[in-house]
């Protein structure tokens, strides 16, 4: 078992910057991470993924070009940085830990962190 333990969100205003974390209870270099979001009254969204190895990451086209997702093994923690917020990107957003980038651009993960709400005001 694994325990995925967010944090960083908040409220924040159009246009600015936001860091969230993804502290994880096991090895994040034995796994691929993703991040995922849900907003109110809609399905749960791909965000963002990266591979166990190597710097293969993979987007959403919404956010691709502003989100940035890394990792630092040593810390167990996975971050998601966002810039250039806008209202659209509000929604609690969850990381996860899967097999590859692709089962997690499908939702397809083995552990789930509870979640950490965006709020963007414009």
């Known amino acids: 078992q694994a325990q995925l333990v967010e944090s960083g969100g908040g409220l924040v205003q159009a246009g600015d910057s936001l860091r969230l974390s993804c502290e994880s209870s096991r090895s994040t270099s034995a796994f691929a991470w993703g991040w995922f979001r849900r907003a109110a009254q809609q399905d749960r969204e791909f965000v963002a993924a990266?591979?166990?190895?190597?710097?293969?990451?993979r987007y959403s086209d919404s956010v691709k070009g502003r989100f940035i997702i890394s990792r630092d093994n040593a810390k167990n923690t996975v971050y998601l940085q966002m810039n250039n917020l806008r209202p659209e990107d509000t929604a609690v957003y969850y990381c996860?830990?899967?097999?590859?980038?692709?089962?997690?651009?499908?939702?397809?993960?083995?552990?789930w962190g509870q979640g950490t709400q965006v709020t963007v005001s414009s």
């Open positions: 996860a830990a899967g097999r590859t980038t692709r089962n997690l651009m499908e939702s397809l993960a083995d552990f």
């Open positions: 990266l591979a166990w190895v190597g710097d293969t990451t």
